[in-house]
Structure formats: C-alpha cells, structure tokens
C-alpha cells in the first residue's frame, strides 16, 4: 500500500461488521482505491457481507499478512489500468488506412475495403487525406459482414464513409488518417497515456503531427 494510505485493517479474531463495510463505503466516495476491506484472519458477518457484495466493497482475507497485501496491490494494479484504459477510451486514437480495390458502393455513404496500416479506424471519426483536407466520417466498420468498434493494424475491412465519392475525393490506393484536434494530440501525449498506445499508434500520431505541421500553417502544432 502507499505510505500514508487509509484503508479498513480488520484485526485477528475480529469479525467484520456492517459498520465496516459502512466506513469503506465513506472512504470509497472519496478514493476508490481506499475503500476496501483488509481482513487478516476474520470473519464476515452475515449482514456484512450482503452490504459488500450490494455497495461493491471488495473484502480481501487471508490469514498470511505478505499475501493479504499482495492480492490487493494486484486488485489496485487492475483498477489503476481499467481507469486508464477508460481514460484512452474517451480520446480520439491515431490510425491511418489505406483503400483497397473493393468498392461496394461509391457514396451516400461510399463502402469501400481498406487495410489498417498503422493504428487504429473505429466507428464515428473523421478522416482526412495525407494534405490535412477533411475526407467525411466512418460511420460503420465491418469484419466478415459483423460491426466492430474498432479495427486494429493488419486488418482488412469494409468501411462506410459518409462524404466523399469513390473515383473523385478517394480511389483506390490512397492513405487516410484519422483526423485530430490539438487538444487531443497533445494529451495522447501525455506520458499517463502515450504508455498506453501501441508503437504503431505513436508512429502514426507523429504523422498527423508531421501533415498538421505542414498544411495547417501551424508550425508548432501539437508540440507539447
């Protein structure tokens, strides 16, 4: 545990209670990686227990002190890489394709194949060409004729990308980017993230950065 961290240490031949559970309950709305019950060799009342298992207090027993820590390390290990991951979630991700010769309708939306070279193409993310200018946005992503949220390097996929026109703004051949704002490059950035991305997606975000840089007439944009 952290230096100074508060947690609920339930001693031996101590059984615990509702009150427990009740005070893990306060200290979880203010850090949820704080309330948790430590039980070394304890029992859980009845009454206890149904608080838990309905407020979602974690109770961690064992009656070996080295092991009770090390499981709630490893649960606070998985809690601190959900939050990150929920975090990466809510931003933008890098990726670039590139059109394959399978064209399924040329508009209203085009459906065209394309290949994943670098990052990430998910649903609902505009796409821009290799000068900065705005193409249309990806509304849906199949693989094998099944939706998927996202499209990952290597894959080859069908696309539905409301805007452009097969054979005017797009053909066969060409490579787009996921489009980004600088806000959201710079925070993927940010070293709590940019530890999240993959090597592909680093490699393409500094692409975008690249183009930006020199379509956008932003000379610094997205430096930190």
């Known amino acids: 545990m952290e230096q100074g961290a508060v947690a609920n240490f339930v001693s031996p ?41 309905k407020e ?19 649960w606070l290990n998985e809690l601190q890489n959900k939050e990150k991951l929920k975090l990466l979630s809510d931003i933008t991700r890098p990726g670039k394709i590139r059109l394959l010769p399978y064209v399924f309708r040329q508009n209203n939306p085009a459906v065209v194949g394309v290949e994943v070279v670098g990052g990430i193409l998910s649903p609902k993310k505009m796409l821009i060409d290799v000068e900065n200018n705005r193409i249309g946005i990806v509304l849906q992503v199949q693989d094998k004729g099944e939706n998927i949220q996202e499209a990952k390097v290597g894959m080859q996929v069908a696309a539905s990308i409301e805007g452009p026109t097969v054979g005017r703004q797009i053909d066969t051949g060409d490579e787009l980017f996921v489009d980004l704002n600088e806000n959201n490059a710079l925070l993927l950035q940010t070293p709590d993230i940019k530890q999240l991305l993959s090597a592909s997606e680093i490699g393409i975000l500094n692409e975008i950065i690249d183009l930006k840089r020199k379509y ?9």
Do not use: C, H, M
Not at 29 to 51: M, R, T, Y
Not at 56 to 74: A, G, H, S, T, W
């Open 216 to 224: 956008s007439g932003q000379r610094y944009w997205g430096l930190p």
């Open 56 to 74: 979602k207090i974690p109770i961690f027993q064992n009656d070996v002190i080295y092991r009770l820590l090390e499981d709630y390390q490893n």
């Open 13 to 53: 031949v101590v059984s615990i209670t509702k009150r427990d559970v009740i005070e893990a309950q306060l200290i979880k709305e203010q850090n949820e990686s704080l309330g948790i019950i430590l039980s070394f060799n304890a029992n859980v009342l009845p009454d206890a227990k149904n608080l838990a298992d």
